[in-house]
């Protein structure tokens, strides 16, 4: 990391209220008043479109995630029903001195997308498929990637770097990066994004892109979550193609595969590798 990127970001830890807050990375929110008890928490939740869950069920099932090693059980879970829970929740948690840990498709490992003592975001119930244009395509953070595609691909129209499973969350890959078959030729997902909608930790929403708060954008796109909650994002799209042949190499060694992979993604020949 540069000295440039650091010094980005501790300005954002002024500017946003930095909060550790991402699908990957377990939140660290900074609490302004006497931590509040478990009973206390579960008897004065804020107003919400959706639902804050304390059962036992819901917060077993947020204490566990791909690696199925490392189970941190949180005090409750939220089922967002609009980007305005999750601001919500955020500003809620820090007033009570807890933690918020927003979760995709959960297939992060040791327990990065997971909280003790504080509250997990279950981003998978915002994920509708919003307004497909010729270009681009408006979608929430924890629609899956086949989601998208099932409305983009009808308009002959697919995004130019997915995932190799296409059920992960949209915002859970953006976090980290979004590696494809086609990051040579097109980078890696989270290069391909136009705007992005984000909560910060303050519990603040606001709207980012590479023309208006720029640096949040950059902070925010692979970022680990270490500046805000991603919770709409406008993805690029570019023309699907209408048949494709398909290689399979198979390999001994890896030295050679590695050897034939640099090799082919420097050659730029095939759309995918």
């Known amino acids: 990391m540069t000295s440039k990127h650091i010094n980005r970001r501790d300005a954002l830890k002024v500017l946003t209220g930095f909060a550790t807050t991402a699908a990957g990375v377990p939140p660290t929110l900074a609490a302004t008043t006497a931590t509040a008890s478990a009973a206390q928490i579960q008897k004065q939740p804020p107003p919400l479109d959706g639902e804050l869950r304390f059962d036992n069920e819901s917060r077993a099932a947020a204490a566990d995630d791909f690696g199925h090693i490392v189970h941190k059980t949180p005090e409750g ?3 967002p029903g609009s980007a305005q829970d999750v601001a919500t929740a955020i500003r809620w948690a820090s ?9 995709g498709q959960s297939h992060s490992i040791y327990g990065r997308a997971q909280v003790s003592d504080g509250i997990v975001i279950d981003m998978s119930r915002l994920h509708t498929v919003r307004a497909v244009q010729d270009d681009r ?4 953070a924890g629609a899956t990637w086949s989601e998208v595609l099932a409305a983009t691909l009808p308009r002959g129209l697919t995004p130019p770097v997915l995932a190799g499973y296409l059920e992960l ?5 953006l976090v980290v990066g979004g590696v494809g078959g086609t990051t ?7 290069d391909n994004v136009l705007e992005l ?3 910060t930790g303050e519990g603040q929403k606001i709207s980012c892109s590479p023309h208006s708060n720029a640096g949040l954008f950059d902070a925010v796109r692979a970022g680990l979550g270490q500046v805000a909650v991603i919770t709409r994002v406008t993805l690029k799209l570019t023309p699907a193609p209408e048949q494709v042949r398909r290689y399979l190499l198979t390999y001994s060694d890896l030295p050679a595969l590695l050897a034939d992979q640099r090799l082919l993604a420097t050659d730029n020949r095939f759309d995918a590798l």
């Not at 395509?137 to 929430?140: E, H, I, L, T």
């Open 77 to 79: 879970v939220l089922l």
């Open 137 to 140: 395509v408006v979608v929430d």
């Open 95 to 103: 007033e009570l001195g807890r933690k918020i840990a927003p979760q």
């Open 184 to 190: 040579s030729r097109y980078g890696v997902q989270s």
């Open 197 to 199: 909608d984000v909560v």
């Open 169 to 173: 969350s949209v915002g859970g890959t």
